[in-house]
């Protein structure tokens, strides 16, 4: 049921956003999380992206809200994940689950997405990303703010 393909990559990616992608051929973002039968993982840092490992969710056996549960349950880790479509009660189980879900509104190749994160970490990412990579922030007026008249 559950399986997980794992990649050896150069490990050299400690703090890196961990991105699922509904795929139907490894390539493109081209399923619909309920019913996408696998996810390809990569990691993703400010030097670049890796595959990590390919999550098989064949849920054909189980019941609806159990499929839902199954395919949070299987992402767990996961940072970010991309579909071509996610239900209102689906998205909001990814969500409490730590996962932000994102939407594509067409076949979207994973690569051009993949060098978009890599150009936005390198860039200004949200905060909630540089608390993921633990992104050590040159300056930052709020901690002045708390250690003038030390």
Request: net charge negative.
């Amino acid at each position: 049921m559950n399986t997980k393909i794992t990649i050896e990559g150069n490990g050299t990616m400690d703090h890196a956003l961990r991105v699922a992608f509904a795929s139907k051929d490894m390539e493109k973002i081209n399923a619909h999380f309920g019913g996408a039968k696998e996810f390809v993982v990569y990691n993703v840092s400010q030097e670049g992206y890796e595959i990590s490992e390919v999550i098989k969710t064949d849920t054909s056996e189980l019941e609806d809200d159990d499929k839902t549960d199954f395919r949070v349950r299987a992402l767990k880790g996961v940072n970010i994940m991309y579909c071509e479509s996610i239900g209102g009660t689906a998205a909001a189980k990814v969500i409490r689950a730590g996962i932000h879900p994102m939407k594509v509104n067409e076949p979207t190749l994973i690569e051009d997405i993949l060098k978009n994160l890599v150009a936005m970490i390198n860039g200004n990412p949200p905060p909630w990303v540089k608390k993921i990579i633990q992104m050590k922030t040159d300056h930052d007026v709020r901690q002045e703010r708390w250690t003038e008249g030390e």
